[in-house]
């Protein structure tokens, strides 16, 4: 009984001593029961934070995005001109060029993406935008390397994409390109983002490179082939591909104006072809040492050689014609293209028969110096 006694008074004592375990005070507990408050507290904040800032975000976004022009005013902006060119009969001889004469045009010569000399677009590809053709319309890489140096320098710097570049150039305002700001960034952000969406990036690359200034009133590719190379772009070759990707940037440092800068700018472009991989380092080395026909002044382009009575003459019908008071550069808008009913070979005759009348005359004593010569077809009026 005793014993009995003994062993309910252990087991009693033991309960007695675990339930006051029980009940004394746990730090440890309540600790862990602050922290897990505390991070719930953090992570309903974050959560708070991000919606906030994911709304605002998407408003930012919608509020530009609802700015992106009509897919017609992207190809075919409102500053297009092109140059007007006057042909022969058969369209083979180019009599003359006129460029847009107003303040900031120049020469232009639309261009498929097909027609130019793949050269000319991976050169453009590797030197400004290596990720052009997976990114979604921005570097993202560049624009974080460029928005940690601007906090340091304070300047708005770099980083657009081929895309960007493009936004820029057609669709930003004139007045607002040459602001350095970071509403003006984030719309072009916004709007690459947007035109990537919309258009394929074979048409946005087209764009890039028909828009472009090239220095001495070139603007796209085309006009900068004929400008500095007297030849198309679809002709142009690996190291004139490489002379003329990085112009864009500093159009001054062009091959007619600075040759020596023109060539270090070359080089730096066919590096980027190598690293990108589209050459080895052998054919940027065999392009650098290419030697360049260049022309010797953009004044040579536009020299007439052949009929310029007769080319200017018919310049002068087509103002009249088609150029009004409510539009007095239409023709260089559109950038006509005119062929006319001049024969060459007859017109190489008639200048020889006139040259010969003429030195007649001077054998005779008699004071002539100049001729002229009109042959018309009679029933058609062709002159």
Same mark, same amino acid.
């Given at each position: ?64 995005? #609802? =700015?992106?022009?009509? +897919?017609?005013? @992207?190809? !075919?902006?409102?500053?297009?001109? *092109?140059?007007? $060119?006057? /042909? ?89 390109? #040459? =602001?350095?700001?970071? +509403?003006?960034? @984030?719309? !072009?952000?916004?709007?690459?983002? *947007?035109?990537? $969406?919309? /258009? ?99 004044? !040579? ?83």
């Amino acid at each position: 009984m005793n014993r009995l006694n003994r062993h309910d008074y252990i087991l009693m004592a033991r309960r007695k001593r675990q339930r006051a375990k029980n009940n004394q005070p746990r730090p440890w507990l309540w600790a862990s029961q602050g922290v897990g408050a505390v991070a719930l507290m953090v992570l309903l904040a974050v959560i708070v934070v991000v919606a906030t800032g994911a709304a605002t975000t998407y408003g930012i976004y919608t509020s530009y995005a #609802a =700015q992106l022009p009509d +897919a017609s005013v @992207i190809e !075919e902006p409102q500053d297009e001109f *092109e140059t007007v $060119r006057i /042909y022969d009969r058969t369209g083979q001889y180019l009599l003359y060029e006129s460029i847009d004469p107003r303040p900031f045009k120049g020469d232009r010569s639309y261009v498929a993406l097909s027609e130019m000399s793949p050269w000319v677009f991976n050169a453009a590809v590797a030197l400004e935008d290596r990720n052009f053709w997976e990114n979604p319309g921005i570097n993202a890489r560049g624009l974080f390397r460029a928005f940690f140096s601007n906090l340091q320098g304070g300047a708005v710097q770099g980083g657009s994409s081929i895309t960007q570049q493009l936004i820029k150039n057609i669709i930003i305002a004139p007045e607002e390109r #040459a =602001q350095q700001s970071y +509403a003006r960034k @984030i719309k !072009e952000v916004i709007l690459a983002l *947007e035109v990537t $969406r919309r /258009y394929p990036k074979e048409k946005i690359l087209e764009w890039y490179l028909n828009y472009n200034s090239y220095g001495n009133l070139a603007y796209g590719v085309e006009a900068a082939s004929q400008v500095y190379f007297g030849k198309s772009s679809r002709d142009l070759s690996l190291a004139e591909a490489a002379m003329l990707a990085p112009i864009p940037q500093f159009p001054a440092l062009n091959p007619i104006n600075n040759l020596e800068d023109a060539k270090e700018r070359q080089e730096l472009a066919l590096q980027a072809l190598v690293t990108a991989g589209y050459i080895t380092a052998d054919e940027a080395a065999a392009a650098y040492a290419e030697p360049l026909a260049l022309r010797q002044s953009v004044a !040579e382009r536009f020299d007439i050689l052949t009929a310029p009575h007769y080319a200017l003459y018919v310049l002068d019908q087509i103002k009249n014609e088609f150029n009004t008071v409510e539009d007095p550069y239409y023709i260089w808008r559109k950038g006509l293209q005119i062929y006319t009913t001049l024969d060459v070979d007859l017109q190489k005759y008639a200048e020889q028969v006139a040259r010969e009348q003429i030195a007649n005359l001077v054998a005779q004593d008699k004071n002539a110096t100049n001729a002229a010569v009109v042959v018309i077809k009679n029933d058609t009026g062709e002159i």
